[in-house]
C-alpha cells in the first residue's frame, strides 16, 4: 500500500486547509485510514480516524469540531479537512492505513503510513 499525502501549506490562525491522501498498490476501501501529526521536537499523535465511508469517526480531544475526516473510496482517498487552525496545530500530517482500526488508533500493528504533508499556522 502506497500512500501520498497533499494540500500542505502555510496559513493565519483561523484559517482552513483540506489535506488529502492518495491510495495506491494493494489498497481496498476495507483498510481503515486515518491521520496523525508530529510536531517539532514532540510526539506522533493520533488526530482523526475513519473506517468506512459513512462509518465511524474518532478524533482527538484537541481537533474535535475543528477537523472532518472523510474518505471517497471510488477514488481511494482520504481527506481532512482543517478549519479553525491554531497554531498549535502546526506539524507534519501523516496519513496512515491499517486493517484493524483500533491499531490505528494506538499506532501499533502493521500501518501503512505515507511521508507527510507539512502545515504551518502563524498567529
Known amino acids: 500500500v502506497q500512500l501520498v499525502e497533499s494540500g500542505g501549506g502555510s496559513v493565519q490562525a483561523g484559517g482552513s486547509l483540506r489535506l488529502s491522501c492518495a491510495a495506491s498498490g494493494r489498497y481496498n476501501f476495507n483498510y481503515a485510514m486515518g491521520w496523525f501529526r508530529q510536531a517539532l521536537g514532540k510526539e506522533r499523535e493520533f488526530v482523526a480516524g475513519i473506517i468506512r465511508s459513512g462509518g465511524a469517526t474518532k478524533y482527538a480531544d484537541s481537533v474535535k469540531g475543528r477537523f472532518t475526516i472523510s474518505r471517497d473510496d471510488a477514488k481511494n482517498t482520504v481527506y481532512l479537512q482543517l478549519d479553525s487552525l491554531k497554531p498549535e496545530d502546526t506539524a507534519t500530517y501523516y496519513c496512515?492505513?491499517?486493517?484493524?482500526?483500533?491499531?490505528?488508533?494506538?499506532?501499533?500493528?502493521?500501518?501503512?503510513w505515507g511521508k507527510g504533508t507539512q502545515v504551518t499556522v502563524s498567529s
Open positions: 496512515v492505513a491499517s486493517w484493524v482500526f483500533d491499531d490505528l488508533v494506538a499506532d501499533k500493528g502493521l500501518n501503512y
